[in-house]
C-alpha cells in the first residue's frame, strides 16, 4: 500500500530535550515536505525537500532542522523543543513540485511541549 | 501574515444543503489552487484543485468557482452529506516557489442529518 508512515502518532516531551519525528514514504517521490497544523492558522510548511541532500526553508523553519539522506526518509528534529512548538505535525509527500500534483499526507505527530 | 486567507472557519449545513467554502489569496504568482480534506486523526487528502486558466471544475458534488479579477476562489459542496463532515483547506502554490504550498485556515464543516 502507498503511504507515508510518520513516527511517533504521540509525544508528550519537556522543554529543551532534543527529539526527533521519523518520516518515510514508500511511493519514491522526490519531494517531501513537513508541517504543523494549528487552531485557525491552517497547516503551516516547515522545511520541504526536492531531492536527497536538497532542503530549504518554508515558512516558519525557526527551531527546526531536517536531513534527507535517503530519498524515502525526511526526519524532522527539534534540538531544543520550546512549548510553542507544541503542534500536530504532517510529513508529505510528492512525485512532482507542489504547484503541480498532489501531496500524500501522512496520519501526523501529536507533539506536546511542557 | 496569512496569504490565502479562507472563510468561515465553521459551517454548519443541513443534509442536502450546499455548502460554501471561500478563499482569498494576494500572491499573483500563485497558479495552482488544491483543496484538501481532512477527517478527524487524518492526513489531509486531495479533493479537487484548479488552475487560473479556467473558470470553474467540477467533480462529482464537489465544484471549485475561479475569479481570477478578485484573487477569490471558492468551494461549493452540493447536495452535501453527513460523510462530507470534515475540514476543509484551501491552498495556493506557484511554479516559481520550488516545493511551497501555502494553506488557508480551515473550515470545519458539519452536515447535520
Known amino acids: 500500500e502507498a503511504q507515508v508512515t510518520q513516527n511517533p502518532r504521540y509525544l508528550i516531551t519537556v522543554t529543551g530535550k532534543k527529539l526527533t519525528v521519523t518520516c518515510s514514504q514508500n511511493?519514491?517521490?522526490?519531494?517531501m515536505s513537513w508541517y504543523r497544523q494549528d487552531p485557525g492558522l491552517g497547516l503551516r510548511q516547515i522545511y520541504y525537500?526536492?531531492?536527497?541532500?536538497?532542503?530549504d526553508k518554508g515558512d516558519v523553519p525557526e527551531g527546526y532542522k531536517v536531513s534527507r539522506k535517503e530519498k524515502r526518509n525526511f526526519p524532522l528534529i527539534l534540538e531544543s523543543p520550546s512549548p510553542n512548538q507544541t503542534s500536530l505535525y504532517f510529513c508529505?509527500?510528492?512525485?512532482?513540485?507542489?504547484?503541480?500534483?498532489?501531496?500524500?499526507f501522512g496520519q501526523g505527530t501529536r507533539l506536546t511541549v511542557v | 501574515q496569512q496569504q490565502v486567507k479562507q472563510s468561515p472557519q465553521s459551517l454548519i449545513v443541513q443534509k442536502g444543503g450546499i455548502s460554501i467554502i471561500n478563499c482569498a489569496y494576494e500572491?499573483?504568482?500563485?497558479?495552482?489552487f488544491p483543496w484538501y480534506q481532512q477527517f478527524p486523526g487524518k492526513g489531509p487528502a486531495l479533493l479537487i484543485a484548479?488552475?487560473?486558466?479556467?473558470s470553474e471544475k467540477k467533480e462529482g458534488r464537489f465544484t471549485i468557482s475561479f475569479n481570477k479579477s478578485a484573487k477569490q476562489f471558492s468551494l461549493h459542496i452540493m447536495d452535501s452529506q453527513p460523510g462530507d463532515s470534515a475540514t476543509y483547506f484551501c491552498?495556493?502554490?506557484?511554479?516559481?516557489?520550488?516545493?511551497?504550498?501555502?494553506f488557508g485556515g480551515g473550515t470545519r464543516l458539519m452536515v447535520k442529518p
Open positions: 508529505a509527500s510528492s512525485l512532482r513540485p507542489l504547484a503541480n500534483t498532489e501531496a500524500f
Open positions: 511511493m519514491n517521490h522526490e519531494y
Open positions: 525537500s526536492m531531492n536527497v541532500e536538497v532542503t
Open positions: 500572491n499573483t504568482a500563485f497558479d495552482y
Open positions: 484548479i488552475r487560473p486558466d479556467v
Open positions: 491552498a495556493a502554490s506557484s511554479n516559481d516557489a520550488g516545493n511551497m504550498l501555502t
